[in-house]
């Protein structure tokens, strides 16, 4: 079995001599880490982390920053490179959502603000977008026009609702929520269609 080959890239390089410092600083074991981190990391995979064998994935650098007392943008660079993106993703929604908006059941916003009618915070709206990008994204469907209300509705209602900060790790969890909520409400919608048909 041939040892894997050492990380190139000079930021992949950088997180992982910061995680191998904060391990050593946190005196604690390979195989402590491994455990803390949980289900799928063994204590090899501790070690390729911090012999710049193995670059920290994203969904991993929360667990493993917490385990050495760290931040996960320090320790993984996937980790940095994605929250690069959401806040470029945050950065554009209020120009995705200037112009016309539907006015049938929603109250006119010019801009992506405070909601007053409903008090919904923008880190919350901001929340919600990263999610919608993401379920978008994964379905290879454009980003760059406005959602369906609907879709923004159902992200929403979700954010606020499972009322925890969205990390790398648990936007997955929201995009596949958000994908099936809107399947059960497509099918609620399908069922009422045919009931009002028959």
């Known amino acids: 079995m041939s040892r894997p080959r050492l990380l190139t890239d000079p930021d992949d390089v950088a997180a ?3 995680f191998k410092r904060c391990l050593i600083a946190s005196k604690k074991t390979q195989e402590q880490v491994a455990a803390e981190i949980g ?20 969904n991993r650098a929360a667990d493993a920053a917490r385990a050495v007392g760290t931040t996960p943008d320090k320790i993984s660079t996937e980790h940095r490179r994605f929250w690069a993106k959401a806040s470029a993703w945050i950065d554009e929604a209020p120009h995705h959502y200037r112009g016309p908006m539907p006015t049938s059941g929603y109250e006119p916003a010019p801009d992506l603000g405070p909601s007053q009618h409903v008090g919904i915070a923008l880190s919350t709206v901001a929340d919600a977008m990263i999610v919608i990008r993401a379920y978008l ?5 454009p980003v760059e026009n406005l959602p369906d209300p609907v879709l923004v509705k159902a992200a929403l209602d979700l954010v606020v609702e499972r009322a ?29 269609e ?4 028959g």
């Open 16 to 18: 992982s001599d910061e």
């Open 39 to 58: 289900s799928g990391v063994s204590q090899g995979t501790v070690w390729q982390w911090a012999n710049r064998r193995l670059a920290i994935p994203a």
């Open 137 to 141: 994204e994964d379905k290879g469907e």
């Open 194 to 197: 045919a009931a009002g048909a």
């Open 164 to 192: 925890e900060p969205l990390t790398l790790t648990n936007v997955i969890a929201f995009k596949r929520q958000l994908a099936t909520r809107l399947k059960e409400t497509d099918n609620g919608d399908e069922r009422r």
